[in-house]
């Protein structure tokens, strides 16, 4: 019974043996690699080798196997035009050698993993999937601090930060310490945990991912928070409004664009040697207060509530003003006469906005502090462009003698004879 059992059991253990063999010899990478090898002729094998290729980056802290099935990515030589055999495109190899920066820095992903969707990081609880198409532009500000000076190859992050500034996102978020605190700070949104950055998935549809939350979000804000209102609530809990985060109608490419800024915002801290610090952006000179004044509302994102131009329109659940941020274009009828008390007004903030039902929530957005921020040299063009703001609103019409007198050219003839009965008039 004994030599029965140890028989069996020997056969069990040369099984298993042999599955796992057979396991290992058939790996998916290990059919890339077969796959790949058979379009070669005998020649060009010979600097082609099998196995599990390691790109070990001591500087960085990587290791990355992304090279055992993307084999022919520095060998255009042999590449074919099909993944995973294509040869990268452009010089990007030259300028930045796999030795020394490996792949996942740059794309995404999971370096160790051997299994395509692992290792492209489209598994649960990975947070850094890989960076498809121009959204590994975002991969490019790690390193270079001045984006003017790769503009050419990062045209989608380029045109994500002048975005980011158009749209007056600083009137609520701050990137490393410019910017306001109503809303979350971004400075390193693009490598936050799921749980810092607070992203809710309920509302989303999979991926379930940072890229396409940041999508999303930037498609329609309130889709994914859309509030919950009293009856939806226990009794006694606090209804909680939807997203005070406008809807800004982008396009797909401006979506895009603005992912890819997005991403860009790491907390990655490079050696030294891979770092090309930016130059000092120049100072810029104004014709006019108003000019200048123009730039400030620009700069600190001011059209981030109040709307492009001062015009408002930003919906404020529960706000004073109509469940609306007010415009701007009053500015100079209401504080004409008293112009301090619109500079303390901007200095001070107005937290929180006054309540159009005191018996609900204060309103999400609410006028911050920019005394600490904006110079008084800045606070004084800046009061001067909003009050030329009112020059928007619609003029009177002129009256009869008015119209005669700005339209109407003088007949010929005529000019002389009107002078001359004005002159003559008080003789009389």
């Given at each position: 019974?004994?030599?029965?059992?140890?028989?069996?059991?020997?056969?069990?253990?040369?099984?298993?043996?042999?599955?796992?063999?057979?396991?290992?010899?058939?790996?998916?990478?290990?059919?890339?690699?077969?796959?790949?090898?058979?379009?070669?002729?005998?020649?060009?094998?010979?600097?082609?080798?099998?196995?599990?290729?390691?790109?070990?980056?001591?500087?960085l802290n990587r290791v990355d196997r992304c090279t055992t099935c993307h084999i022919a990515i520095d060998k255009p030589q042999i590449a074919l035009g099909e993944e995973p055999f294509k040869a990268h495109p452009g010089k990007f190899l030259q300028w930045h050698p796999p030795?020394?920066?490996?792949?996942?820095?740059?794309?995404?992903?999971?370096?160790?993993?051997?299994?395509?969707?692992?290792?492209?990081?489209?598994?649960?609880?990975?947070?850094?999937?890989l960076l498809r198409g121009a959204l590994v532009q975002a991969s490019c500000r790690q390193c270079h601090g001045d984006l003017q000076q790769i503009a050419e190859h990062v045209?989608?992050?380029t045109q994500g930060k002048q975005l980011f500034h158009a749209k007056g996102c600083y009137g609520c978020h701050a990137i490393k310490d410019f910017g306001q605190t109503v809303s979350q700070d971004?400075?390193?949104?693009?490598?936050?945990?799921?749980?810092l950055l607070e992203a809710d998935f309920e509302n989303m549809a999979p991926p379930h991912d940072r890229i396409h939350w940041f999508m999303s979000k930037l498609n329609n804000p309130r889709h994914l928070n859309p509030g919950v209102r009293p009856e939806q609530l226990p009794p006694g809990e606090e209804e909680v409004f939807p997203s005070a985060m406008p809807n800004f109608s982008l396009s797909e490419q401006e979506i895009q664009a603005l992912t890819v800024y997005l991403l860009s915002l790491t907390a990655s801290n490079l050696p030294v040697s891979y770092v090309i610090p930016g130059q000092p952006e120049p100072t810029p000179t104004y014709a006019t207060p108003v000019e200048r004044g123009k730039a400030v509302f620009e700069k600190y994102g001011c059209a981030a509530c109040?709307?492009?131009?001062?015009?408002?329109?930003?919906?404020?659940?529960?706000?004073?003003?109509?469940?609306?941020?007010?415009?701007?274009?009053?500015?100079?009828?209401?504080y004409g006469s008293d112009v301090e008390s619109l500079k303390q007004l901007i200095r001070n903030g107005r937290q929180p906005v006054p309540r159009a039902d005191p018996k609900r929530p204060n309103p999400?957005?609410?006028?911050?502090?920019w005394k600490d921020r904006i110079s008084e040299t800045d606070l004084d063009a800046l009061v001067a462009y909003l009050f030329s703001l009112s020059e928007r609103l619609p003029q009177p019409p002129p009256s009869a003698s008015q119209a005669q007198s700005w339209w109407s050219p003088e007949p010929k003839g005529q000019t002389q004879s009107r002078s001359e009965g004005s002159a003559e008039q008080p003789a009389s």
């Open positions: 019974m004994r030599r029965l059992l140890f028989l069996l059991l020997s056969a069990l253990l040369s099984a298993l043996f042999v599955v796992s063999v057979w396991q290992d010899a058939h790996h998916g990478w290990t059919s890339y690699q077969r796959r790949f090898i058979k379009t070669l002729a005998k020649d060009e094998r010979r600097g082609v080798t099998g196995g599990i290729h390691q790109l070990i980056v001591k500087d030795e020394k920066f490996g792949c996942t820095v740059c794309h995404g992903g999971q370096g160790l993993a051997t299994e395509v969707e692992a290792a492209h990081g489209d598994v649960k609880h990975w947070e850094d999937p045209p989608m992050l971004l400075t390193e949104v693009g490598s936050k945990s799921y749980q109040h709307g492009i131009g001062g015009v408002g329109g930003r919906k404020n659940w529960n706000g004073g003003l109509g469940n609306e941020v007010p415009p701007l274009l009053y500015v100079k009828a209401y999400g957005l609410y006028m911050p502090a």
